[in-house]
């Protein structure tokens, strides 16, 4: 059946909110498309799809009961939901550049391909305050591969003393960056820097270092859904085992971190190349609740023992 026969079928026959959101899960479930950059069923992303075409909000259902899954629509409604389905379904384009919205530790945040659609569990980390590496309120944070400033913005948020520099390499990621500085209004104290990983922060001290970097390893990235690859390869990509920017992170931290300073890296499924990449530098496993893997936590004494004894 060719898209215009859905298409049209769609606007002709079908009458509510819930007959869009079935009609969407059919589609989806028969395009068999990935999920797992916002939602993790086809039911969500249908419910969020056409919620977003319908200019209501995504909670709205939570607020109303399921009451108003019976409002019908009209046809150019209906039109508009059928021609968001057919695109996520054509294109393979993730839903939240198609929203041009992604939520991350409970805030909105606008994306687009310029940046990853933010979905760390670094969220958990910040959510707790970094319960057991930092003690006290931090005054100074980096944020490393800030990408659209998702980090960044929920650090200042849960340390609202702090200032927070928002690192990245592109340039139009950090235009992203600083359209959702300014839309939260913490342009007086997160500042986004273009820099190549620390080339450009000569001279500053950190109490804590986070980062989200590329770490996908070439046997993954050739590996990756369709989906990924509307995402920038910059920031995904990290060599033969995902592990090539921590290398210089590890590096170079030190001299960028208070004597009492922690480093957080993300590194994903390259986890297992850690061990070999680092033999005997000590991090700290993070243990998530809310899911999720492959994040460490590490000193800048452990990192100056590492380096010292590498130099022996």
Known sequence: MTDKIYLDEAIQDLHTILDMVRWAVSRFNDAHLYYGHG????????????????????????????GLFAARLTASEKEKVADLVLKRVQTRMPLPYITHEAWFC?????VDERVLIPRSPIAELIKNRFDGYIHGEPSAILDMCTGGGCIAIALARTFEEAQ??????????????????????LGHRVFPIHSDLFTSLEGQQYDLIVSNPP????EDMSDLPDEYQHEPELALAAGEDGLDLVEIMVQQAPGYLKDNGWMIVEVGNSEVHMAERFPGLEVEWVTLKQGGHGIFAVSKSALTQYLNGKGE
């Not at 409970?106 to 606008?110: A, K, Q, S």
């Open 106 to 110: 409970d805030l909105p945040f606008y």
């Open 164 to 185: 927070v520099d928002a690192v990245d390499i592109s340039h139009d990621a950090l235009e992203v960056a600083d359209f959702n500085i300014q839309e939260h209004g």
């Open 39 to 66: 939602t993790d069923n086809s039911w969500d992303e249908a419910v969020c799809l056409t919620m977003f075409a319908l200019h209501l909000p995504q909670d709205l259902t939570a607020r109303t009961g399921d």
């Open 215 to 218: 770490y996908v390893d070439d």
